[in-house]
């Protein structure tokens, strides 16, 4: 399903008064001021910030948080320099500012975007308050490997979703106004296909088709352009060879005149002064005329911009009309963030808006609903009231830090409440809580006599299992993704306790569990939700909140199957046909010592109501390609809880003049559904989104045969044809 290739760029209305304003000012500014406007910086960089500000030779600072140490910068850029160019503040505002949110990852589970709006909006609200005008987010990489600790930065595996949602991240981020009216730029990042790094290693190579390229993992990026973003950050990995901040392909071609972007394009953190480390430059200069040639506005954190461009242009090796159109785009940036008239941020009003209840509710809210039951078998959950004893054990049962999950810089560890204070609060008074750590999160000791103890007492066993928020996220890549240190063998000996157990899962990315999903009856995602991830998960194990979580990444069974996701080829050799036998063995696409399919699919997710598909009806057999196709199937839930329901439209095209995914998500609807109530859900899906790139990466639409489905995940639902027809 193409999206990346457009007929007609994205064109930005023009508003003359902007166009003057930033035109009369480039033409007052020499050429180390325009050099100085390509330049971002924080606060550890070995020159003299507060000197080069004051020269207006850097244009964006990052990383500081302090409102009033980003008055005091401000003020010399403003007060004390020849131009009087306002900063414009940088800050990676991920999931959360203060009230810190369940990371992107789990946050992609509710498919909810209005709630990722809200989320982004709650975040920068904050953000805002303290001074930051730009935020390095939405991460929109797409990756099908959980051995990338960045895994939780995303939106998990899909094109489709993450094109959703990181355009509602983008909305929620750019849509908020702050008192004086000034608004804050997203930053969509990592241009591009970061998360495909090879064997999972951060900033590794990545090497791929065009094709894949362009319809895997572009998407997203062409969306948040869709959306408006008014900023792109490059990435640092190399891809098929040309690192991606001096990759004129992606950054000129596509993203400039395909998709006509006009915002602008920074490099990620000295991505231009590594491209030495890659052998792509012999030195910083070489590096500086790379990345500056092929269209790289912004050099953070660089060695290379501040030190080299000017004598670049004086060299005559670039021209410096490319600085002009470089800096135009900065200045207008910082004209439409509301800069020139209102650089300060109102510091006594500042920490008045941080963890405003309403924001921590929201992060309880969001918590909840980024819960994904895996299995609950038996019904032991939601907890009920004949459970008098319940044993809380493990090393999340009484973690606050690893709750927030990463990139959350200004959440407070002391905001965070632990599961064992919600429960001991929240579950009924006549309940007795007995809590034990078991073990720690990664090495240490067993203390499985505690536990067994505890367990011994109890009605239900709540296992509190995962991985420490240092875990995952940059530079945090895991070979291994088995539960850390000895929490396996505290799981397994609990599961023998004749107990009914729950395990709680608690990480930054899908572990490998199968064998904790094979001997527990009940097992919940509950991913780093933030500052009210216990409240969250509290609510889920009480019934206050019936969960409603999707996986936006599929588990694996092993690390061996990675890459493993739902929208893969048939090949010729699939599982599921009898197909070809050679030497009297089926040889199929498979491993000999593992199943091809995931411990859990995308999309996969249990509800306590209990919902049943029926009655699909392909209301358009045959469509034309300019028509729509329509199709319908009957959500009951015939369980005994009010919840709601991800129903989700695949579609499969059976021949094409290059092979297609075997499935591919192309629309999706959350419904609420009390006991016994049913509701058809239609879906309208225009033709013109099946189409696809040929072998020359043309956008066809092709007549044939179509499989459709309506149902709960990747792997189960309603099946049903249509034709395509010319
Ligand atoms: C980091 C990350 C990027 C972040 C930037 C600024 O290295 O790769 O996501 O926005 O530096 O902190």
Redo the contacts with the bound molecule.
């Keep these: 399903m193409v999206s990346t290739i457009s007929s007609k760029p994205l064109t930005r209305s023009i508003d003359p008064k902007r166009e003057a304003f930033c035109a009369d000012l480039l033409a007052k500014m020499t050429l180390e001021e325009k050099v100085g406007q390509m330049v971002q910086a924080d606060l550890s960089w070995h020159e003299d910030v507060r000197q080069l500000t004051r020269e207006g030779r850097i244009s964006s600072l ?2 500081i948080r302090d409102p009033k140490v980003i008055n005091l910068y401000q003020h010399i850029a403003v007060d004390e320099s020849r131009l009087g160019i306002p900063l414009i503040i ?1 800050n ?1 505002i991920i999931h959360g500012f203060r009230s810190i949110f369940p990371i992107p990852l789990a946050l992609a589970c509710t498919w909810d975007p209005e709630l990722v709006e809200q989320v982004a909006r709650a975040s920068i609200t904050e953000a805002m308050a303290c001074g930051t005008t730009w935020n ?1 987010a939405p ?1 929109v990489d797409i990756s099908r490997d959980p051995r990338w600790g960045r895994v939780a930065e995303g939106s998990g595996e899909d094109a489709y979703l993450s094109s959703t949602l990181g355009a509602a991240w983008i909305r929620g981020y750019q849509e908020a106004r702050d008192a004086d009216g000034r608004s804050a730029a997203a930053c969509v ?2 241009y591009a296909a970061y998360g495909a790094s090879e064997s999972g290693k951060d900033y590794n190579s990545v090497d791929m088709s065009e094709r894949r390229l362009r319809e895997e993992y572009l998407p997203p990026y062409r969306a948040a352009v869709e959306a408006g973003v008014q900023t792109l ?1 490059t990435s ?1 990995n190399d891809l098929n060879g040309v690192p991606a901040s001096a990759n004129s392909f992606l950054i000129k071609r596509i993203l400039r005149e395909e998709w006509g972007f006009e915002g602008v394009v920074v490099s ?2 000295d991505a231009i002064g590594e491209l030495v480390m890659h052998g792509f430059a012999r030195d910083h200069k070489e590096a500086t005329l790379r990345s500056v040639l092929a269209g790289v506005d912004m050099d ?1 954190m660089g060695n290379a911009y501040h030190f080299h461009l000017a004598a670049l242009v004086r060299e005559g090796k670039v021209a410096e009309t490319v600085l002009d159109e470089a800096v135009l785009r900065i200045l207008g940036l910082k004209y439409d963030l509301g800069l020139f008239e209102h650089p300060f941020v109102d510091e006594a009003d500042a920490h008045s808006a941080l963890s405003l209840p309403e924001s921590l509710d929201l992060a309880a809210k969001a918590a909840a609903q980024s819960i994904v039951l895996l299995k609950n078998e038996g019904g032991i959950l939601p907890l009920n009231a004949s459970a008098k004893t319940v044993a809380l054990i493990g090393p999340l049962a009484k973690e606050r830090q690893s709750l927030l999950g990463c990139w959350c810089f200004d959440g407070r560890v002391e905001d965070v409440e632990t599961l064992a204070e919600v429960l001991e609060r929240d579950l009924p008074a006549d309940t007795n809580l007995i809590v034990e750590q078991g073990c720690a999160i990664d090495g240490g000791d067993l203390d499985l006599a505690g536990a067994l103890k505890a367990a011994a007492l109890a009605d239900v066993v709540l296992l509190a299992l995962g991985e420490s928020d240092t875990m995952s996220g ?1 530079a945090h890549s895991r070979a291994h993704l088995c539960l850390p240190g000895r929490q396996q063998e505290l799981a397994d000996a609990l599961a023998k306790c004749g107990k009914p157990v729950v395990a709680l899962v608690f990480a930054g990315r899908p572990l490998v569990m199968t064998k904790l999903v094979e001997e527990t009856p009940s097992v919940v995602m509950a991913w780093h939700g933030g500052t009210r991830a216990a409240r969250g998960v509290a609510d889920v194990l009480t019934g206050k909140v019936n969960p409603s979580g999707k996986l936006s990444i599929s588990f694996p069974r092993s690390e061996g199957q990675i890459p493993v996701y739902y929208a893969h080829k048939n090949t010729g050799r699939p599982v599921e046909t009898s197909g070809t036998v050679q030497f009297n063995q089926a040889h199929k696409s498979s491993y000999l010592d593992e199943e091809n399919a995931p411990l859990f699919p995308f999309g996969f997710g249990l509800s306590y109501a209990q919902f049943d598909y029926s009655g699909l009806k392909v209301l358009t057999p045959q469509v034309r390609k300019n028509e729509t196709l329509r199709i319908s199937a009957r959500v009951t839930n015939s369980g005994k809880w009010h919840g709601s329901e991800i129903v989700q439209l695949y579609v499969r095209d059976l021949v094409g003049v290059v092979t297609r995914p075997v499935k591919e998500l192309v629309d999706f609807r959350k419904i609420a559904l009390a006991p016994g109530d049913s509701q058809t859900v239609e879906f309208e899906l225009p033709a013109g989104c099946l189409s696809f790139l040929d072998e020359n990466h043309h956008p066809v639409l092709e007549e044939g045969d179509y499989k459709v489905w309506i149902g709960p995940n990747s792997a189960e639902g309603l099946e049903g044809r249509f034709e395509l027809i010319d």
């Design positions: 990052f990383t940088g990676d390095f991460m990042k990592h950050m640092f990620d953190y953070m940059e």
